[in-house]
């Protein structure tokens, strides 16, 4: 299956010359999302992690399933406003800061975490999350993306980590 051909581009979004990719018109077609979560689980199964972290919302699409299907955790950061013993982040976008917040206790020292979202673009969301993990004394032991925009850099900043991508398109 042609998973490509069913992710719809939106030209010029968020800004002129960007293409966006629009991975909800693969979510829509029942096929193409179990077929997609299947390979991406089928290539992660050895890596035997104890927890999926998902930096933003949207990486719940692919996460979710996934740490289902592998029988692992789950965890997405959120936006500020938890109560607990809390660590805030921010960490600065193309597009702008962030702040996350996560509850310290959520990520335990050695704890095998696969950072899950569903696009790497720059890469600066994953690598934040990465460094956010490894410093609560967990292991990142990969990271796994539906969509991979190659020519912008992304896969450099997370080179040091076995990283999965289903559909890349040439940036």
Known sequence: MDLKSIIREIPD????????KDVSTLLL???AYRKAVQELAAQCMHKQAELIVCPKARGLMIGAPLAYILGTGLLTLSLPSQPEDIFT???????GDR????????????MKVL????????????AKTV???EDLGAEVVG????????GLGGRVKIQDYDTISLVQYNY
């Open 29 to 31: 077609d029942g096929n």
């Open 13 to 20: 979004f968020p800004r002129e010359g960007i293409n966006y």
């Open 143 to 150: 990271t796994v993306f539906l969509v991979e925009l190659t």
């Open 89 to 95: 982040w921010h960490y600065d976008l193309e597009f």
């Open 115 to 126: 950072v899950v979202d569903e696009l790497i673009a720059t890469g600066g969301t994953a």
């Open 131 to 133: 460094k956010l993990i």
């Open 99 to 110: 702040p996350v917040e996560l509850d310290r206790g959520m990520i335990k020292p050695g």
